[in-house]
């Protein structure tokens, strides 16, 4: 159980598109989901955490006009990067909390995003 | 302030040594949990283990033993026999009661050599 799936797993975009990434919850509801971001060779930041319903709660620094984040069911949040840059380009990685370990966190399997 | 601190930036052993991670985290908060997680290459994080506050027990799994210790604020993560399928990155996490946020060390990658 606890499976999290993300798609796309990689993606090229011109600078100045915009780039949706899904994030899933195959086997359980997670009324809680966050993002992060890993660039290379560096820790996971986390960039927002997404409730179910309602908006997301965005991290000091992070652009909540840039990175809009959707969680419109409780298996389902999409990240979508707006007029990408090649400064976005990053590793991206959604993880689910599972009500039933309340405070344990399931990842995906990451979005490697490449801007040019 | 950083609350995740892992000071081992990389280790290198030979199959079949030990080693072990350290990870020294801070908070004001009595509940907490401390959580390793393991990246592989491919990038996906993989859940190792959680541990709450107030329980201070040691954890063995197979080949991966774990030490809390409160008094030092550290949870220190052990792989015995070390295999070159436990090269990875691996990350110590904290989330705070009440936040389920995670705050991250920066991670320790590990290579085994065969």
């Known amino acids: 159980g606890a499976v999290v799936s993300q798609h796309p797993s990689w993606v090229i975009c011109k600078s100045g598109t915009s780039v949706k990434i899904e994030c899933r919850s195959l086997?359980?509801?997670?009324?809680?989901m966050f993002w992060y971001r890993q660039f290379p060779k560096q820790s996971l930041m986390l960039m927002a955490t997404s409730n179910e319903g309602s908006k997301a709660t965005y991290e000091q620094g992070v652009e909540k006009d840039k990175f809009l984040i959707n969680h419109a069911s409780l298996t389902l949040s999409t990240l979508t990067v707006t007029s990408a840059h090649p400064e976005d380009s990053s590793f991206y990685i959604c993880?689910?909390?599972?009500?039933?370990?309340?405070?344990?966190?399931?990842f995906g399997p990451g979005t490697r995003l490449t801007v040019l | 302030a950083q609350k995740v601190t892992q000071a081992q930036t990389e280790i290198s052993v030979v199959e079949k040594e030990d080693v072990t991670l350290d990870c020294v985290y801070e908070t004001r908060d009595t509940t907490y949990y401390l959580f390793w997680y393991k990246q592989p290459p491919s990038g996906e994080l993989v859940f190792l283990i959680r541990r709450n506050s107030f329980d201070e027990q040691n954890e063995i799994s197979g080949r991966y033993s774990w030490n809390f210790q409160k008094s030092t604020s550290s949870f220190n993560f052990t792989i015995t026999a070390s295999q070159v399928v436990d090269s990875a990155v691996y990350f110590c996490a904290l989330s705070e009661a009440g936040d389920y946020k995670l705050s991250f060390g920066a991670g320790t990658t590990v290579t085994v050599r065969a």
């Open positions: 086997d359980f509801q997670a009324t809680t």
């Open positions: 993880s689910a909390r599972w009500d039933r370990y309340t405070d344990t966190q399931y």
